[in-house]
């Protein structure tokens, strides 16, 4: 399994140099063709506040999975992930657009 895709947020920077708080989502792809997401959000001093695997089969599960990690819409670390998944991963680019409704 290896890592195509990676994306972060980082918000805050105290004068003892810790981040106040941050997100950061990686997609894998296994050796058999599967999506697996990896989002970890942190408060304070690097403590993790959530660490949430999911697993898809298809880059519409991928996407499925994305959204509902990050409340129905992509932030910006799930945003530059999905991108450079799609960027990365020929079967994923023509579910690279962006609908405006």
């Known amino acids: 399994m290896g890592s195509i895709a990676s994306g972060g947020t980082r918000k805050g920077d105290p004068p003892d140099g810790w981040m106040q708080r941050g997100t950061e989502v990686t997609i894998y792809l296994t050796v058999k063709g599967r999506f697996v997401v990896h989002v970890l959000r942190w408060q304070e001093h690097?403590?993790?506040?959530?660490?949430?695997?999911?697993?898809?089969?298809?880059?519409?599960?991928?996407?499925a999975a994305l959204l509902e990690s990050s409340g129905r819409?992509?932030?910006?670390?799930?945003?530059?992930?999905?991108?450079?998944?799609c960027e990365k991963h020929e079967p994923l680019r023509p579910l690279a657009v962006e609908r405006l409704d």
């Not at 819409?73 to 998944?85: F, K, M, P, V, Y």
Request: hydrophobic share 40%.
């Open 46 to 63: 690097g403590d993790v506040q959530h660490d949430e695997v999911r697993v898809a089969d298809a880059g519409e599960e991928l996407l």
């Open 73 to 85: 819409s992509l932030g910006s670390a799930s945003r530059d992930a999905w991108n450079e998944a």
